[in-house]
Every structure is written in C-alpha cells, then in structure tokens.
C-alpha cells in the first residue's frame, strides 16, 4: 500500500512540498492528499504588496503548476479547512465532514496578520478555539475586521487595498516593519495618500539600527509618504456608511492624535496558525514546536514546515520545561528549504534508501526592503555601536576571542548609508540604505564568513560612479548566493545561461531565481550581461 501523506495548508511552502514530493507520487510508493483554506491554487505572498498597487498582475504570482499535480494523481482539496486532528486514529477532519486517515501528516499552515488591541476592533484568542468548518471564515470567523480596515495577507485582502489605491485613497499603516513600509512606499508611488504609524523612533526596528532606520524614514517621507513616529494606537473613530454600517474613519493615538483615512491597513507582524495543533495535544511556542527533523516533539508522525514550524532541539527527558526561544522566521525562503529537504527524506525513507541525518544548515537570513528607488539590506548583529566603550567579546570554551568591532559611513542628504558590525575582521551583520551593489558585496561577505579589506571604506566603492565590475570580482564568484529566497547560485544562473536561458524570466523558469520576493532579478541581469560579454 502507498504511504498515505495528508498535508495541511497550500500556500507557497505547501506548494514547493508537493512539487518536490511528485516523483513519489508517480511511482505509486505515496498517495499525497493536500487540503487548502484558500479557494486560489497557491500563489506567491511575497509579491502580495505589489499585486495589491497594480505593479504586478496575477500571473506574476504563480509559482505552482496545479494540473502537473493533479495529473501525477494528487488529491487536491482547495476552499477546505481542517477543523481537528485525532492523533490517536491517526485522521483529520475536515469541514465537510470528511475524514481522511493518515500515516504522515505535514502542517504547512502558515501564519495570520496579528491583529492589536484597539478599541473598535475585537480580538479572539484563537489557539484555544477550533478552526472554522467555513474555509472562508477561517481567520475572521467570529471577530470580522470592521469596514474600511485590513490586513495585507490573502487576495482579497490585495483586492480592498487595489481598490483604495485605483481611487487615490487616504491609506493608513498601522506598523513599519518591512511589509508594512513596502505598502506604503508602493501605494504613495502609484499615486495614492500613504501614512506610517509606529511606535517606535524608526522603521524596520527590528532589522536596522537607529542611523539606517533615521535614513529609510528620511528616504519614505521624500518618496511621499508620511512617517508618524511614537504613535501608540488606542482606538478607532467610525462614520456610519450610507447602508448604516459603520466604516474606519480615523485612527486615535496615545498622545490625542487622530490620523484621518479611508483605508487602515493593519501590518503589525504575523502569528503562527498553531491552534490545529494545540489542540491536538501537539508542544506549541510561538509556532508548533519540531525538531531538527521538523517532526513534532511529541508525535513522530506529524511534522511542520514554513511560518507555523518552530524548529528546536527536543529537550531531554527531565530537563526544564521552559520554552526555547527563537521562533518561525517569516521569510519564505527558509520555509522552502523546510519543504525541499522534508520532501527528500520522505522519498528516501520510504524507498528505503540512505536519508539525511539531521536538518540541512539553514543559511542566515538576510532581510531585503522592495521598493522603487529605496534599497534596504540588512543581516546579523547589527546592535553595536561605533562609540561603544569596548565592543563585548565573544568566547569559545574558556578561550575569548576579538572583540567586535563597527564601521559606519552616513550620507543623509543622499540617502545613503552604511554600518558594518565586525569580530576579528569578519563580518558579523550589517545595515545598507541606498547603496545596493555595496549591499550586494556584503551579503557575500556575509554568507561566506569572509574576512573585510582592513580598510573598509574601499567597500563603499561599489556604489561610486567609476565602479566596472570586473571578471575576476566576487560579484561573479560561482559560489556566490544571488536569490537567498531559493539559495541559487551565480554558477546555477550561468550554467543556466549557457543552457540558453538568456532572460530574467527564462532563468526563473529553469532555476527558481527571483521567484520568491523578487529582489535579486537586476542582479540576475547583471549576472547575464557579464555572461553574454
């Protein structure tokens, strides 16, 4: 009999799961049974900003081919939820009534918008309430967003924010982490009102320091966007709509102030959906809790992968019972790792051939800002100041080793600036605002653990007008990581190139590169031309 493998959630991790897991299926050792929420076949939620300003249409979105699936014999249940597990029968019960037994179950059920607290919007908590028999429903069930608010995660909500943008709307944000100012630089360039409210002195707060985060925000406020800064948000003001309905009319701070709009646009983080697995008696923290195998703790044969898994070391029987730290990343491209990797062993175990002892190392993550003209960067440990008394020192067994150390150049009136964080002359992260072929040589830097020239100003180099690349430069070094979304290579695009792939598009086609968030394709380009001469 065929394993029998139910997996949770299409979205694009569950997608890349049941690409890389179709061999399988064909031969007939596996009989896969995939059960989406959404009533779409996947689609790219990394671009779901620039589909919602109308700067990418739908097709740019698609990242699957369902019929491939459905041919090859996979059971694809889409407009479906899942409203319980019953670990002990080993099924799971669908909406429908359905139950489908399983002999490896995958959680690839993503995360949900968080909603704060605010008065005039109702937050449930939703790890202790069971999934809605309505797919439809399943976010909003029992506590809807009020008219005239919304949170960027699924089409629809694309279509409202499409919709307020087409008419030259007033739309307020309500956080700037990375996507929050994405929507907001995008919808201010396509000519609609755009307003950042945050709390805090900065924008991204929790991927740039003070001087990259003064000079983003300098950037957004000369693109058109208004940047509201120690903004704590209380409560709404409504307007009754002509139906009677009441509709968001303006945002009500701490301090008194009342920030007036058409469109609040909720962009406060995400939370894992772990409630499936909660009460299911699965170990949850901030996501479901797997191990480096990204098996559940507790039930060997349920694992989790993308923004619900939350990978950690098993603890030890009697050890403390506290919660590891850390949590699911956010970024699709280590959930695609996830689903490559699980996919692989899954076919091995099941071929009874050799499978991978542990999880693949997981690359650090670097954190990229999309927008037009403002290019934002950032990796690793970028806390340390330059002016800091003597940086902390790092220890290896009993042995210390260099302290760190931090470079930092800034040119406000040009938006540009730069901060390294170093150990021994190794980077260890990084903040690049405006210079991205500065930011592109320390991403490389980065990932290879490469020592910096002693003299680090020649770095900034890159980004002057006198710069050519040249052939034997690092830019072009097989080994360097071009897309992080898909850990591809500049070697895998050349080969590519030389396979006769010689656009953007063609090399996405053939090696995923650019098809996750989409930033890396002007290097793709340059990478082809460098090819090409």
């Not at 399988?24 to 989406?36: E, H, I, K, P, S």
């Not at 991927?207 to 406020?221: P, T």
């Not at 790792?337 to 190392?361: C, K, M, N, V, Y």
């Not at 990581?481 to 792939?501: E, L, P, Y």
């Amino acid at each position: 009999m065929p394993e029998r493998i139910v997996l949770v959630g299409y979205g694009p991790v569950g997608a890349r799961f049941v690409e890389e897991l179709l061999p399988l299926v064909r031969d007939g050792r596996a009989g896969l049974t995939v059960v989406g929420a959404e009533a779409a076949d996947a689609y790219n939620r990394v671009l779901i900003a620039e589909y919602a300003v109308g700067h990418a249409n739908r097709d740019d979105l698609e990242i699957t081919d369902t019929s491939q699936a459905l041919d090859a014999g996979v059971r694809l249940l889409t407009g479906t939820s899942v409203t319980q597990v019953n670990r002990s029968r080993r099924t799971v019960s669908l909406g429908t009534g359905e139950q489908l037994p399983y002999d490896r179950l995958v959680l690839a059920t993503g995360a949900r918008a968080n909603v704060p607290t605010l008065d005039g919007v109702k937050r449930l908590r939703r790890d202790v309430m069971m999934p809605a028999a309505d797919a439809a429903a399943l976010d909003s069930a029992e506590a809807p967003l009020p008219r005239g608010v919304t949170a960027l995660r699924d089409l629809d909500d694309a279509h409202t924010v499409l919709a307020a943008v087409q008419a030259a709307r007033r739309i307020v944000v309500l956080g700037a982490g990375v996507l929050g100012m994405e929507i907001a630089l995008a919808a201010a360039n396509a000519g609609a009102e755009a307003s950042v409210v945050y709390h805090g002195d900065i924008p991204m707060g929790r991927n740039l320091d003070r001087g990259g985060g003064a000079v983003l925000a300098r950037n957004a406020r000369r693109a058109g966007v208004t940047m509201i800064n120690h903004s704590r948000a209380e409560s709404l003001l409504f307007h009754q709509d002509d139906d009677g309905v009441a509709r968001f009319d303006a945002l009500v701070c701490a301090d008194g102030k009342q920030i007036h709009g058409d469109l609040l646009l909720l962009s406060c983080g995400v939370g894992a959906r772990r409630e499936l697995a909660h009460l299911a008696g699965l170990p949850v923290s901030t996501g479901i809790l797997v191990d480096e195998d990204l098996r559940s703790w507790n039930d060997p044969d349920i694992y989790a992968i993308g923004d619900c898994a939350h990978v950690a070391p098993k603890p030890a029987a009697g050890a403390s019972s506290a919660l590891p730290s850390g949590g699911p990343s956010g970024l699709v491209g280590p959930g695609w790792r996830q689903a490559d990797w699980l996919a692989a062993r899954f076919a091995a175990e099941i071929r009874g051939s050799d499978s991978t002892a542990g999880l693949a190392p997981q690359r650090s993550n670097v954190v990229m800002l999309k927008a037009e003209g403002i290019d934002v960067v950032a990796a690793g440990d970028i806390g340390p100041e330059p002016w800091d008394a003597e940086g902390p020192q790092a220890h290896t067994g009993d042995c210390p080793s260099a302290p760190l150390s931090v470079s930092q150049w800034a040119d406000p009136e040009h938006g540009r600036y730069v901060k390294m964080v170093t150990r021994g002359g190794i980077l260890e992260g990084f903040v690049c605002v405006g210079m991205p072929r500065t930011a592109a040589e320390l991403t490389l830097l980065f990932e290879r653990g490469s020592e910096l020239p002693a003299d680090r100003s020649v770095l900034l180099r890159f980004d002057g007008p006198d710069y050519v690349p040249t052939a034997g430069g690092d830019a072009f070094a097989p080994d360097a990581t071009v897309c992080w979304c898909n850990g591809v290579t500049v070697g895998a695009i050349t080969d590519s190139a030389g396979a006769g792939n010689a656009t953007v598009a063609c090399i996405g086609a053939a090696t995923r590169a650019g098809t996750g968030c989409g930033g890396c394709k002007t290097r793709i380009g340059e990478i082809l031309t460098h090819f090409a001469q």
